[in-house]
């Protein structure tokens, strides 16, 4: 039954998200790597980028914009921790 499900999902998942090589998931990546939601969107959008879209642009710039959010989290963090 486990694996009947597990297919069907495989099957949901979009080719620009599944290496060409290994096969590896971009999900299965960030999971592996621990990545919070901001880099591990960022890396999916990355991973996509030349496979998605006519140009590797759009994914790119979504990238950039989940590295910013990050960068903004950080800083706060600090931030916050200075100020204890």
């Given at each position: 039954m486990?694996?009947?499900?597990?297919?069907?999902?495989?099957?949901?998942?979009?080719?620009?998200?599944?290496?060409k090589?290994?096969?590896?998931?971009?999900?299965?990546?960030?999971?592996?790597?621990?990545?919070?939601?901001?880099?591990?969107?960022?890396?999916?959008?990355?991973l996509?980028?030349?496979?998605?879209?006519?140009?590797?642009?759009?994914c790119?710039e979504?990238?950039?914009?989940?590295?910013r959010?990050?960068?903004?989290?950080?800083?706060?963090?600090?931030?916050n921790?200075?100020?204890k």
């Amino acid at each position: 039954m486990l694996y009947i499900e597990i297919e069907e999902m495989q099957k949901k998942i979009p080719n620009y998200y599944i290496g060409k090589i290994h096969g590896y998931e971009a999900r299965k990546i960030i999971e592996d790597y621990e990545l919070n939601y901001n880099i591990g969107t960022a890396v999916s959008y990355l991973l996509r980028a030349n496979r998605k879209h006519e140009t590797s642009k759009e994914c790119i710039e979504k990238a950039r914009e989940h590295l910013r959010f990050e960068l903004e989290r950080l800083q706060l963090h600090d931030k916050n921790k200075t100020t204890k």
